[in-house]
Protein backbone atom coordinates (compact mmCIF):
# COMPACT_ATOMS: atom_id res chain seq x y z
CA UNK A 1 0.00 0.00 0.00
CA UNK A 2 1.28 3.51 -0.78
CA UNK A 3 2.10 5.46 2.03
CA UNK A 4 1.73 9.54 1.80
CA UNK A 5 3.66 9.33 4.86
CA UNK A 6 7.35 9.25 2.47
CA UNK A 7 10.02 11.21 4.30
CA UNK A 8 12.28 11.63 2.09
CA UNK A 9 13.23 15.25 1.38
CA UNK A 10 16.04 17.07 -0.87
CA UNK A 11 17.39 18.50 2.74
CA UNK A 12 18.15 16.06 5.20
CA UNK A 13 16.82 16.71 8.69
CA UNK A 14 19.80 17.03 11.22
CA UNK A 15 18.38 16.06 14.87
CA UNK A 16 20.33 16.37 17.89
CA UNK A 17 19.52 14.95 21.44
CA UNK A 18 19.63 16.07 25.29
CA UNK A 19 19.62 13.15 27.20
CA UNK A 20 20.73 9.58 26.86
CA UNK A 21 18.43 7.26 28.70
CA UNK A 22 15.82 4.94 27.84
CA UNK A 23 13.27 7.68 25.86
CA UNK A 24 16.73 9.36 24.09
CA UNK A 25 16.68 5.68 22.06
CA UNK A 26 13.30 5.61 21.39
CA UNK A 27 13.45 9.17 20.38
CA UNK A 28 16.35 8.19 17.87
CA UNK A 29 15.25 5.54 17.00
CA UNK A 30 12.35 7.44 15.58
CA UNK A 31 14.20 10.03 14.07
CA UNK A 32 16.44 7.71 12.34
CA UNK A 33 13.01 5.97 10.72
CA UNK A 34 11.83 9.56 9.68
CA UNK A 35 15.09 9.65 7.82
CA UNK A 36 16.72 12.44 10.01
CA UNK A 37 20.61 12.30 10.77
CA UNK A 38 21.34 12.13 14.60
CA UNK A 39 23.94 14.70 14.32
CA UNK A 40 24.63 14.70 18.10
CA UNK A 41 23.90 14.04 21.64
CA UNK A 42 24.58 16.04 24.82
CA UNK A 43 24.06 14.85 28.36
CA UNK A 44 24.92 15.36 32.01
CA UNK A 45 28.52 14.75 31.01
CA UNK A 46 30.91 14.77 27.64
CA UNK A 47 31.70 11.21 29.18
CA UNK A 48 28.05 10.37 29.51
CA UNK A 49 26.94 11.50 25.55
CA UNK A 50 30.28 9.65 24.38
CA UNK A 51 28.84 6.73 25.83
CA UNK A 52 25.86 6.95 24.70
CA UNK A 53 26.90 8.01 20.93
CA UNK A 54 27.04 4.71 19.49
CA UNK A 55 24.57 3.30 20.91
CA UNK A 56 21.64 6.20 19.58
CA UNK A 57 23.41 6.13 16.58
CA UNK A 58 24.82 9.62 16.57
CA UNK A 59 27.82 11.50 14.32
CA UNK A 60 28.96 13.16 17.58
CA UNK A 61 28.87 13.18 21.15
CA UNK A 62 28.99 17.17 22.80
CA UNK A 63 30.74 18.57 25.31
CA UNK A 64 28.43 20.55 27.09
CA UNK A 65 24.19 21.06 26.11
CA UNK A 66 25.48 24.39 25.07
CA UNK A 67 27.56 23.83 22.56
CA UNK A 68 25.24 21.12 21.08
CA UNK A 69 22.34 23.76 21.43
CA UNK A 70 24.68 26.55 19.32
CA UNK A 71 25.64 24.48 16.65
CA UNK A 72 24.13 25.83 13.92
CA UNK A 73 24.70 22.36 11.75
CA UNK A 74 21.56 20.83 13.96
CA UNK A 75 17.98 21.74 12.90
CA UNK A 76 15.60 19.89 15.66
CA UNK A 77 15.96 19.06 18.81
CA UNK A 78 15.01 16.44 21.57
CA UNK A 79 14.49 16.85 24.68
CA UNK A 80 14.89 14.15 26.91
CA UNK A 81 16.09 15.00 30.15
CA UNK A 82 14.35 15.12 33.91
CA UNK A 83 11.39 16.87 33.94
CA UNK A 84 12.54 20.02 36.07
CA UNK A 85 15.33 20.54 33.39
CA UNK A 86 13.01 20.76 30.21
CA UNK A 87 12.10 24.27 30.60
CA UNK A 88 15.33 25.93 30.69
CA UNK A 89 16.63 23.34 27.42
CA UNK A 90 13.24 23.87 25.41
CA UNK A 91 13.20 27.71 25.75
CA UNK A 92 17.74 27.45 24.91
CA UNK A 93 17.07 25.51 21.89
CA UNK A 94 14.15 27.59 20.60
CA UNK A 95 15.98 30.71 21.44
CA UNK A 96 18.89 29.23 19.15
CA UNK A 97 16.49 29.48 16.55
CA UNK A 98 16.19 25.37 16.87
CA UNK A 99 12.73 23.12 16.66
CA UNK A 100 11.78 21.16 19.20
CA UNK A 101 10.33 18.00 20.68
CA UNK A 102 10.42 18.34 24.59
CA UNK A 103 9.43 15.06 26.30
CA UNK A 104 6.27 15.36 28.54
CA UNK A 105 5.61 17.07 30.82
CA UNK A 106 6.64 20.22 29.11
CA UNK A 107 6.95 22.06 32.72
CA UNK A 108 6.19 21.12 36.36
CA UNK A 109 4.18 24.39 36.08
CA UNK A 110 1.52 26.19 34.26
CA UNK A 111 3.40 29.33 34.15
CA UNK A 112 6.59 28.09 32.60
CA UNK A 113 4.43 26.19 30.29
CA UNK A 114 2.52 29.52 29.24
CA UNK A 115 6.16 30.88 28.60
CA UNK A 116 7.10 27.75 26.37
CA UNK A 117 4.09 27.80 24.77
CA UNK A 118 4.38 31.89 23.71
CA UNK A 119 8.01 32.35 23.06
CA UNK A 120 7.46 28.90 20.54
CA UNK A 121 4.24 30.80 18.78
CA UNK A 122 6.26 34.24 18.86
CA UNK A 123 9.57 32.75 16.91
CA UNK A 124 7.81 30.74 14.84
CA UNK A 125 9.27 27.18 15.46
CA UNK A 126 7.63 23.56 15.15
CA UNK A 127 7.57 22.91 19.00
CA UNK A 128 5.90 19.94 20.12
CA UNK A 129 5.45 17.41 22.90
CA UNK A 130 5.45 13.53 22.56
CA UNK A 131 1.78 12.22 23.63
CA UNK A 132 2.28 9.72 21.44
CA UNK A 133 -0.64 7.48 21.70
CA UNK A 134 -2.52 9.71 19.60
CA UNK A 135 -0.51 7.64 16.69
CA UNK A 136 -1.74 4.31 17.48
CA UNK A 137 -4.37 3.77 14.08
CA UNK A 138 -7.39 2.28 15.97
CA UNK A 139 -7.12 5.53 18.14
CA UNK A 140 -7.28 7.28 14.94
CA UNK A 141 -10.14 4.99 14.32
CA UNK A 142 -12.19 6.19 17.51
CA UNK A 143 -11.92 9.64 16.84
CA UNK A 144 -13.08 9.68 13.35
CA UNK A 145 -15.92 6.99 14.81
CA UNK A 146 -16.55 10.03 17.04
CA UNK A 147 -16.65 12.41 14.48
CA UNK A 148 -18.87 11.25 11.98
CA UNK A 149 -21.35 10.97 14.76
CA UNK A 150 -21.33 6.78 14.68
CA UNK A 151 -20.96 7.22 18.47
CA UNK A 152 -23.98 9.01 18.80
CA UNK A 153 -23.44 12.07 21.75
CA UNK A 154 -21.04 10.35 24.49
CA UNK A 155 -22.67 10.15 27.33
CA UNK A 156 -19.92 8.22 29.88
CA UNK A 157 -15.99 7.78 29.37
CA UNK A 158 -14.00 5.27 31.71
CA UNK A 159 -10.17 5.25 31.53
CA UNK A 160 -7.28 4.07 33.53
CA UNK A 161 -3.60 3.76 33.00
CA UNK A 162 -1.65 1.07 35.15
CA UNK A 163 1.75 0.26 35.70
CA UNK A 164 3.44 -1.99 38.14
CA UNK A 165 7.06 -0.31 38.10
CA UNK A 166 7.35 1.14 41.18
CA UNK A 167 5.09 -1.27 42.85
CA UNK A 168 7.65 -2.59 45.91
CA UNK A 169 9.43 0.43 48.41
CA UNK A 170 12.53 -0.83 47.30
CA UNK A 171 11.78 0.70 44.04
CA UNK A 172 13.16 4.12 42.93
CA UNK A 173 13.50 6.15 40.04
CA UNK A 174 15.06 9.64 39.73
CA UNK A 175 10.85 10.63 38.70
CA UNK A 176 10.24 9.78 42.24
CA UNK A 177 12.45 12.61 43.70
CA UNK A 178 10.50 16.30 43.26
CA UNK A 179 13.48 18.08 42.47
CA UNK A 180 13.81 16.28 39.24
CA UNK A 181 10.58 14.74 38.35
CA UNK A 182 8.48 17.60 39.78
CA UNK A 183 5.38 18.02 42.15
CA UNK A 184 3.53 15.81 40.41
CA UNK A 185 4.32 12.31 39.36
CA UNK A 186 1.64 9.87 38.52
CA UNK A 187 -0.59 11.92 37.21
CA UNK A 188 1.86 14.08 35.12
CA UNK A 189 3.76 10.85 33.66
CA UNK A 190 0.80 9.05 32.78
CA UNK A 191 -2.07 10.39 33.70
CA UNK A 192 -1.60 13.46 31.35
CA UNK A 193 -1.11 11.03 28.34
CA UNK A 194 -4.81 9.25 29.50
CA UNK A 195 -6.40 12.67 29.31
CA UNK A 196 -4.91 13.76 26.46
CA UNK A 197 -5.89 10.41 23.94
CA UNK A 198 -9.53 11.16 25.51
CA UNK A 199 -9.63 14.56 24.84
CA UNK A 200 -8.05 13.98 21.26
CA UNK A 201 -10.81 11.40 20.51
CA UNK A 202 -14.00 13.67 21.66
CA UNK A 203 -12.63 16.74 20.36
CA UNK A 204 -13.97 17.83 23.74
CA UNK A 205 -12.27 19.10 26.86
CA UNK A 206 -12.55 17.91 30.58
CA UNK A 207 -14.31 21.32 31.77
CA UNK A 208 -13.99 20.31 35.67
CA UNK A 209 -12.67 17.57 38.26
CA UNK A 210 -12.44 16.19 41.63
CA UNK A 211 -9.17 14.11 42.34
CA UNK A 212 -7.74 11.90 45.18
CA UNK A 213 -4.01 11.27 45.42
CA UNK A 214 -2.70 8.68 47.23
CA UNK A 215 1.46 7.60 48.37
CA UNK A 216 1.72 4.30 49.16
CA UNK A 217 5.11 4.15 50.31
CA UNK A 218 6.57 7.69 51.88
CA UNK A 219 9.99 6.60 51.64
CA UNK A 220 11.93 5.00 48.86
CA UNK A 221 15.62 5.25 48.04
CA UNK A 222 16.69 6.24 51.95
CA UNK A 223 14.23 9.63 51.07
CA UNK A 224 10.94 10.79 51.83
CA UNK A 225 8.17 10.79 48.64
CA UNK A 226 5.70 13.34 48.10
CA UNK A 227 4.54 12.29 45.09
CA UNK A 228 2.08 10.54 44.33
CA UNK A 229 1.24 6.69 43.03
CA UNK A 230 -2.46 6.93 43.00
CA UNK A 231 -4.25 9.07 41.35
CA UNK A 232 -8.43 8.32 41.04
CA UNK A 233 -10.09 11.43 38.98
CA UNK A 234 -14.05 12.64 38.10
CA UNK A 235 -14.44 14.93 35.36
CA UNK A 236 -17.32 16.65 33.27
CA UNK A 237 -16.16 17.56 30.05
CA UNK A 238 -17.46 20.58 28.36
CA UNK A 239 -20.21 19.26 25.92
CA UNK A 240 -21.64 17.59 28.91
CA UNK A 241 -20.15 13.30 29.44
CA UNK A 242 -19.03 12.75 32.69
CA UNK A 243 -16.14 10.28 33.70
CA UNK A 244 -13.86 8.33 35.48
CA UNK A 245 -9.77 8.02 35.87
CA UNK A 246 -7.52 5.84 37.65
CA UNK A 247 -4.15 6.08 37.64
CA UNK A 248 -1.69 4.08 39.35
CA UNK A 249 2.43 2.94 39.32
CA UNK A 250 1.46 0.67 41.58
CA UNK A 251 -0.70 -2.18 39.88
CA UNK A 252 0.64 -5.80 40.74
CA UNK A 253 0.61 -7.11 37.18
CA UNK A 254 -0.08 -4.39 34.42
CA UNK A 255 3.07 -2.65 32.82
CA UNK A 256 1.73 -0.25 30.30
CA UNK A 257 -1.93 -0.53 30.14
CA UNK A 258 -3.83 2.78 29.13
CA UNK A 259 -7.38 1.69 28.59
CA UNK A 260 -10.41 3.92 28.01
CA UNK A 261 -14.32 3.29 27.40
CA UNK A 262 -16.74 5.64 25.52
CA UNK A 263 -20.12 5.21 25.49
CA UNK A 264 -22.40 7.42 23.27
CA UNK A 265 -26.01 6.80 22.79
CA UNK A 266 -25.29 4.60 19.47
CA UNK A 267 -21.88 2.90 20.22
CA UNK A 268 -19.63 2.29 23.05
CA UNK A 269 -15.84 2.32 22.02
CA UNK A 270 -12.45 0.32 23.64
CA UNK A 271 -9.51 0.61 23.31
CA UNK A 272 -6.18 -0.93 25.24
CA UNK A 273 -2.74 0.16 24.68
CA UNK A 274 -1.40 -3.19 26.05
CA UNK A 275 -3.75 -4.85 22.71
CA UNK A 276 -3.52 -1.61 20.16
CA UNK A 277 -4.53 -4.12 16.99
CA UNK A 278 -8.12 -4.14 17.85
CA UNK A 279 -10.79 -1.34 18.79
CA UNK A 280 -13.83 -2.98 20.66
CA UNK A 281 -17.41 -1.61 18.57
CA UNK A 282 -20.39 -2.39 20.97
CA UNK A 283 -24.18 -1.97 19.97
CA UNK A 284 -27.35 -2.54 21.87
CA UNK A 285 -27.99 -4.86 18.73
CA UNK A 286 -24.40 -6.66 18.47
CA UNK A 287 -20.65 -6.08 18.43
CA UNK A 288 -17.62 -6.37 16.90
CA UNK A 289 -13.57 -6.27 17.28
CA UNK A 290 -12.16 -4.29 14.57
CA UNK A 291 -8.89 -5.29 14.08
CA UNK A 292 -6.89 -2.97 12.55
CA UNK A 293 -6.53 -3.12 8.57
CA UNK A 294 -6.16 -0.26 6.51
CA UNK A 295 -8.12 -0.94 3.54
CA UNK A 296 -10.85 -1.25 6.46
CA UNK A 297 -10.04 1.92 8.47
CA UNK A 298 -10.87 5.53 8.27
CA UNK A 299 -8.41 7.19 5.86
CA UNK A 300 -7.46 9.64 8.72
CA UNK A 301 -6.30 6.12 10.55
CA UNK A 302 -5.19 4.16 7.62
CA UNK A 303 -2.74 6.88 7.23
CA UNK A 304 -0.86 5.63 10.44
CA UNK A 305 -0.98 1.80 8.90
CA UNK A 306 2.78 1.52 8.26
CA UNK A 307 2.73 -2.40 8.35
CA UNK A 308 -0.10 -4.47 6.37
CA UNK A 309 -2.84 -5.96 8.09
CA UNK A 310 -1.50 -9.10 9.96
CA UNK A 311 1.80 -7.47 10.72
CA UNK A 312 1.85 -5.74 14.15
CA UNK A 313 2.38 -2.51 14.95
CA UNK A 314 3.35 -0.62 18.37
CA UNK A 315 4.49 1.49 20.95
CA UNK A 316 7.93 2.11 18.41
CA UNK A 317 5.78 2.44 15.51
CA UNK A 318 3.37 5.20 17.39
CA UNK A 319 6.65 7.07 18.22
CA UNK A 320 7.74 6.73 14.46
CA UNK A 321 4.69 8.29 13.37
CA UNK A 322 4.38 10.99 15.76
CA UNK A 323 8.32 12.01 14.65
CA UNK A 324 7.43 11.69 10.87
CA UNK A 325 4.55 13.93 11.60
CA UNK A 326 6.89 16.42 13.61
CA UNK A 327 9.53 16.55 11.13
CA UNK A 328 6.64 17.54 8.28
CA UNK A 329 6.34 20.84 8.99
CA UNK A 330 10.00 21.25 9.29
CA UNK A 331 10.13 20.50 5.85
CA UNK A 332 7.30 21.83 4.08
CA UNK A 333 5.65 24.18 7.18
CA UNK A 334 2.63 22.03 6.91
CA UNK A 335 0.96 20.95 10.02
CA UNK A 336 -0.68 17.43 10.08
CA UNK A 337 -3.82 17.27 11.48
CA UNK A 338 -3.75 16.32 15.44
CA UNK A 339 0.07 16.91 16.03
CA UNK A 340 0.74 17.51 19.79
CA UNK A 341 1.95 21.01 20.18
CA UNK A 342 3.46 22.93 23.35
CA UNK A 343 0.21 24.01 23.44
CA UNK A 344 -1.24 20.59 24.57
CA UNK A 345 1.86 20.42 26.50
CA UNK A 346 0.49 23.65 28.19
CA UNK A 347 -3.14 21.63 28.72
CA UNK A 348 -1.79 18.99 30.34
CA UNK A 349 -0.22 21.38 32.97
CA UNK A 350 -3.18 22.90 33.62
CA UNK A 351 -5.36 19.23 34.09
CA UNK A 352 -2.17 18.53 36.27
CA UNK A 353 -2.32 21.76 38.29
CA UNK A 354 -6.49 20.73 38.58
CA UNK A 355 -5.42 17.30 40.30
CA UNK A 356 -2.80 18.69 42.50
CA UNK A 357 -5.44 21.45 44.00
CA UNK A 358 -8.07 19.34 43.96
CA UNK A 359 -6.41 16.73 46.18
CA UNK A 360 -5.12 19.44 48.29
CA UNK A 361 -8.16 21.53 48.88
CA UNK A 362 -10.94 18.98 48.25
CA UNK A 363 -13.89 19.25 46.00
CA UNK A 364 -14.37 20.37 42.28
CA UNK A 365 -11.94 22.36 40.71
CA UNK A 366 -12.52 24.18 37.23
CA UNK A 367 -9.86 23.77 34.42
CA UNK A 368 -8.91 26.88 32.53
CA UNK A 369 -9.08 26.28 28.98
CA UNK A 370 -6.17 27.36 26.87
CA UNK A 371 -6.09 30.68 25.27
CA UNK A 372 -5.98 30.27 21.68
CA UNK A 373 -5.29 34.01 21.27
CA UNK A 374 -1.98 33.97 23.51
CA UNK A 375 -0.69 30.64 22.42
CA UNK A 376 -1.19 30.13 18.89
CA UNK A 377 1.85 30.68 16.56
CA UNK A 378 1.12 33.99 15.21
CA UNK A 379 4.05 33.51 12.58
CA UNK A 380 4.24 31.63 9.92
CA UNK A 381 6.30 28.41 10.50
CA UNK A 382 10.21 28.42 9.22
CA UNK A 383 10.72 25.58 7.35
CA UNK A 384 13.95 23.23 6.70
CA UNK A 385 14.15 24.81 3.54
CA UNK A 386 13.78 28.70 4.25
CA UNK A 387 16.41 28.77 7.29
CA UNK A 388 19.03 27.60 5.00
Given amino acids: MENDRTTTSPSRLRAGFVGAGFMAEVHSRAARAAGAEITGIASSSHASAARAKDRLGA?????????????????VIHVCTPN????????????AGKHVVCEKPLATSVQEAEELTALAGSLGRVAAVPFIYRFHPMVREARARVRLGQVGRVLTIQGSFLQDWLLSSEDDDWRVDESLGGPSRAFADIG???????????????????????????????????TEDIVSVVFETCGGAVGTLLISQVAPGRKNRLALEISGTMETLTFDQEQPETLWVGRRSGSQLLVRDPAALD?????????????????????NSFVSDVYLPVRSGTVPDGLPLFEDGLRAARLTAAVQRSAREGGWQEVPQNDPESTGHKTPLLTLKERQ
Avoid at 59 to 75: F, H, P, T
Avoid at 85 to 95: G, I, N, Q, R
Avoid at 302 to 308: I, M, N, Q, T
Wanted: proline fraction near 2%; hydrophobic fraction near 40%.
Fill in 84 to 95: TTHVALAEAALK
Fill in 59 to 75: IQAYASVQDLVEDGAID
Fill in 192 to 226: SHLCDVIEFILDDRISRLAALTRTAFNQRGGRDVR
Fill in 299 to 319: PSAARYCSLPAGHSQGYQDAF
